[in-house]
């Protein structure tokens, strides 16, 4: 096999990933499932002497853009920052407090608006780029630093050992990322101090810092950049995490979470709204991401964050845009789960008898999922404008795309729910249909007539919704109808079965019949064949039956070969 610039694939670059259809429509990565977040950074320093405090500086790490999948809006501060970036890009604000009275206290919020999508990567790689030109600044994501010692002995053995003589960055990547998971052993917070990464490689266990640290040291060894990002991540709390991004040629720089990866899915090029990116710091702070630098006194920070489902807390128009396409684009993607791609027709001879069945496909069940890669590429470019500034590109691209993906699923319910009133009615094989029952989940057996008029009112509904521009109601009523869509698939199939059967064994009772006839009867000819034989045997050579006139004699012959031949081939005639 052979990439789209006609560079050939090893066994192992086949191995390691699945060139699929995104190298030729330009798919890089999708996004889906975006959420929104409230983001509260709280710091709280506290002067237990007995002395007025003076000059006080406090500095904290401000969450930043993380493309492509990351974007954050500073609303406010109580108390005015100075906001700088350092060099490797990250955004930190800087207080100078004048004073603080003994006993006294200062409570310092700043307040962010969160919108961040799951991303995945497409595993397809542009070899003819894998030598294209570093990002600027790359080599301060190549060199050994503190925790990362990526020119340490044991960690360049290491290194090569795990890759052998694979000459690709992806599938060194990858590579270090399966020995890194598979290898490290998770160590809760408290249960140790979390080391480096030699230390983590000494003693084989250590907390998500290790596990970065870690995968860092072993890839920046290999010659290639690696971040270390400190996060949130998010569960029923927030919690300070640290995962990597490697610089992979074609498509930037994409994320790596080998302590997850260790515990459960992959995280290999993937990303998802659990992950809040804080910056590239480093050294890292272990768990706080805070400084100063005044005296000995309690300084303490927290943060609280909470998921809104208030699209209208975005910041302009395109972030909205850009939320309503990922979530229709994610809502198709689980409708199409439970949406039947094909119906089961069944098919009558000409006495309107059941004589067979087959599997209708759905056309426009296809262009859903021909769509859908035309609307992920759609996204990704749109957010590639957005992160670039060029908000009217961005506009342009996503106008029209949650209409168009909602459209889609009403347009495909609604061709589901014709086939079926088609199909029940010209087959006759249920004569009340309406009123079969169908057994749903957790709930009490409702008719199928019920289902199909609720589900065509579901559809009127979404349709009117849609109209209005309220994507959230059109979801709850598309939703409803593609549920009860999928369970009359399910009672159709009962419904044609248990006519299958009955028929079957209709069938069975009259083909019985027919072949005991059939028997029966060609025995019977073959019988009055002998006689009849026989007879002209009798007649003609030996003499016997000659008071009959042979005439008259022949008419009897032939009457009884009737007898048996008519129904003999009647019955040959009926079978087939």
């Known amino acids: ?25 330009g798919i890089e990565y999708k996004l889906s499932s975006p959420k929104i977040y409230n983001l509260m950074e709280r710091v709280k320093i506290e002067n237990n002497n007995t002395a007025v405090l003076t000059n006080i500086k406090v500095r904290i790490l401000f969450p930043e853009n993380d493309y492509p999948n990351l974007l954050v809006k500073y609303v406010n501060s109580s108390i005015k920052p100075v906001i700088s970036s350092d060099s490797y890009g990250n955004e930190w604000a800087d207080w100078e407090i004048p004073s603080l009275s003994a006993g006294g206290e200062l409570l310092i919020e700043s307040n962010f608006t969160i919108l961040v999508f799951d991303v995945d990567y497409f595993d397809y790689v ?23 010692e990526s020119n340490n ?9 795990i890759v052998e003589e694979t000459d690709n960055d992806y599938v060194k990547a990858e590579k270090v990322y399966e ?51 400190i996060s949130l991540a ?19 720089w994409v994320p790596v979470d080998a302590t997850w990866g260790a515990s459960f899915n992959d995280w290999f090029l993937s990303s998802d709204t659990t992950h809040i990116s804080l910056g590239e710091l480093w050294p890292p702070e272990r768990g706080l991401w805070i ?15 909470y998921e809104t489902l208030d699209e209208y807390s975005l910041w ?40 067979a069945s087959y599997v209708r496909g759905v056309g426009i069940y296809a262009e859903l999922l021909n769509n859908k890669d035309n609307e992920t590429l759609i996204i990704q470019e749109a957010a590639k404008a957005y992160f670039n500034g060029d908000n009217e590109t961005a506009d342009a691209l996503l106008e029209g795309i949650p209409e168009s993906i909602y459209n889609q699923v009403i347009t495909e319910c609604s061709l589901i729910l014709n086939d079926y009133l088609e199909d029940l009615n010209n087959t006759k094989n249920v004569p009340d249909w309406e009123n079969y029952e169908v057994y749903l989940p957790h709930e009490e057996s409702l008719t199928f007539g019920y289902m199909f008029n609720q589900s065509l009112t579901w559809l009127v509904w979404a349709d009117e919704w849609l109209a209005l521009g309220n994507y959230s109601s059109t979801q709850s009523n598309l939703e409803w109808a593609v549920y009860y869509v999928y369970w009359m698939n399910e009672a159709k199939a009962h419904m044609d079965y248990n006519y299958e059967y009955s028929v079957y064994y209709s069938n069975w009772g009259e083909d019985l019949t027919l072949t005991l006839l059939d028997f029966i009867i060609t025995v019977a000819f073959f ?27 022949l008419l009897i012959i032939i009457i009884t070969w009737g007898f048996g031949a008519v129904p003999y081939f009647f019955l040959e005639y009926r079978k087939k």
């Not at 045997?537 to 008259?552: D, M, T, V």
């Open 153 to 161: 002995a044991l960690i360049v053995e290491k290194a090569n050992e």
């Open 234 to 252: 998010l569960d029923d709390t927030a919690d300070s995490h640290a995962y990597n991004k490697f610089y992979l040629s074609g498509y930037g």
């Open 316 to 355: 302009d128009n395109t972030s909205k845009k850009l939320y309503d396409a990922a979530d229709a684009l994610s809502f198709k993607e689980k409708i199409l789960e439970d949406l039947p791609g094909s119906i089961r027709i069944a098919v009558l001879n000409e006495s309107n008898v059941f004589s």
């Open 1 to 25: 096999m052979i990439d789209e610039s006609g560079n050939a694939l090893d066994n192992e670059m086949l191995s390691s990933f699945q060139v699929i259809r995104g190298s030729s429509k």
């Open 527 to 553: 019988v009055f064949v002998i006689f009849s034989a026989s007879m002209l045997i009798n007649c003609f050579f030996r003499g016997k039956f000659r008071h009959l006139n042979k005439i008259l004699w």
């Open 179 to 229: 020995w890194v998971r598979n290898n490290i052993e998770y160590m809760y917070s408290g249960e140790g101090v979390p080391g480096g990464a030699l230390q983590t490689l000494t003693v084989g266990k250590g907390t998500c810092h290790s596990y970065a640290t870690l995968y860092a040291a072993l890839l920046r060894a290999l010659g290639i950049p690696t971040k270390y990002i």
């Open 291 to 305: 400084s100063y630098s005044y005296g000995s006194f309690p300084i303490t920070s927290e943060l609280s964050i």
């Open 126 to 148: 542009n070899f003819s780029g894998i030598n294209d030109s570093m990002p600027a600044g790359y080599e301060l994501f190549t060199q050994p630093s503190e925790g990362i």
